[in-house]
Each structure stands twice: as C-alpha cells, then as structure tokens.
C-alpha cells in the first residue's frame, strides 16, 4: 500500500491550450465508464495519458485528479498519486501542450515530501501541524507567531523555534509537526 501524495495544480497558458486540456479532462471526468479498466475511475491519470495518445504503460500515472476548475486562463485541480506526484504525467502535458506553465504544491507527509515550483500561486513557506488543530499553510512569519504563541516564547527565527519544536516532539510525542516547502525547479 503506498503513501499519497496530494499535489495542488496551476496550468497557466496565454493561449487556448489551456481550456483544450480543461475541456479534454473535464470530458473523461464525465464519462460513465473509463477508457481502460483501473481502481481510480474516470479521474484515472491514466485515462488523461490515453486521451493524449500515449499507452498508459509507458507513463507513471497512479493516481487520479479531483476539483478541476478553470478561471480564465488558470487550470487548477489536485491530484492524489502513489508516492510522488507524476512527473511522466506533467511531462507529457508540456510536450502537447507546449505553451502551459506547470505550477504545483507537493505533499508526501509520510516521506516529509513538501515541495512547491512557484511562489506565486503558493506562498506560503511551511505546513504547520499543532497538536488536534488544523493544518495550517503559513508564511515564516505566520509559522513563527503561531510557534511564539503556542510555547509562550517570542522566537526571533525559525532556527530558534525549531530548536523548542524538536526538543517537545522528543519528550511530548510529537504534539508539533513544522514542515518547510523546498522550492524545486
């Protein structure tokens, strides 16, 4: 059974390229059965790789999209793929596709996976997990007030914070979790 990764996306193109992947994907996510028989439905990458003319065999595509959306001309929707995000899957994308820019936001908590390509569409910095509360996506501004409020302790930066953090995961059993997007080409 592999861990998930959850990648947020941002497809961006000055042409209709970007509508023509919309309306391609939007239209297999609406069929009643899928181009080939799979575990993910008809939001299987694989349909996607199919549908653009590749065998599915040849391309790294475990894992399906949800929330597709397009507002003018940004297309967003999130994937949920086995392990890593599928980068044979965003490849083929720009070889059909040659005008859209890729942007993403990558989670593998379970492999500490938190990666993001662009500041833009995702600023913030860290994923900050305390105890039952929610999750939270900060900048390391946000990330090291909700730290200084959480420890009662003005920390002056991140380094100082994450001292105290290690420090109270090793004798309270991990109640704080801090995660630091790494910015990937």
Not at 28 to 50: D, I, R, Y
Not at 142 to 150: H, P, R, V, W
Request: with cysteine; hydrophobic share 35%.
């Amino acid at each position: 059974m592999p861990n998930w990764a959850i990648c947020e996306y941002r497809l961006v193109s000055e042409t209709s390229e970007v509508k023509d992947l919309y309306e391609r994907m939007k239209k297999l996510q609406e069929m009643k059965e899928p181009l080939k028989p799979n575990g993910f439905g008809a939001t299987w990458l694989g349909n996607l790789v199919e549908d653009l003319g590749v065998d599915f065999n040849k391309v790294q595509c475990r894992g399906s999209w949800d929330n597709l959306d397009l507002d003018g001309n940004v297309l967003s929707f999130y994937t949920e793929t086995a392990w890593y995000r599928c980068t044979e899957v965003e490849d083929l994308i720009k070889e059909k596709y040659p005008s859209i820019d890729i942007a993403f936001k990558c989670e593998e908590p379970g492999m500490a996976i938190y990666e993001k390509n662009d500041e833009t569409f995702f600023p913030e910095d860290y994923v900050l997990d305390i105890e039952d509360g929610e999750t939270l996506y900060l900048s390391e501004e946000e990330t090291l007030e909700e730290l200084s409020d959480y420890f009662g302790i003005d920390f002056k930066d991140m380094d100082e914070a994450m001292i105290l953090v290690q420090e109270n995961n090793e004798k309270d059993d991990g109640r704080v979790w801090v995660n630091k997007y790494e910015l990937v080409e």
